[in-house]
């Protein structure tokens, strides 16, 4: 059974399907790597604390003195 086409996510045209699209969900080249950009910028954000933040490394060097 054939799927209806569904639209690129960059520029909302219509993206055919999976075997005859090797850039798939995009309908093209430049769009995919239009959206990559994107998140290389930073312009798309997942909520929540970054990666790395919240603890495990050295305390800041204010709360180094008051323990020594």
């Known amino acids: 059974m054939k799927r209806p086409a569904r639209k690129c996510p960059t520029c909302r045209g219509a993206v055919p399907q ?6 798939w969900p995009f309908c093209s080249d430049k769009c995919r790597l239009s959206d990559l950009g994107r998140w290389l910028d930073e ?5 929540g604390e970054r990666a790395g933040d919240g603890g495990g490394g050295d305390p800041p060097a204010e709360e180094q003195e008051e323990g020594t």
């Open 18 to 23: 999976r075997p005859e699209n090797a850039v």
């Open 43 to 47: 312009d798309y954000r997942i909520a």
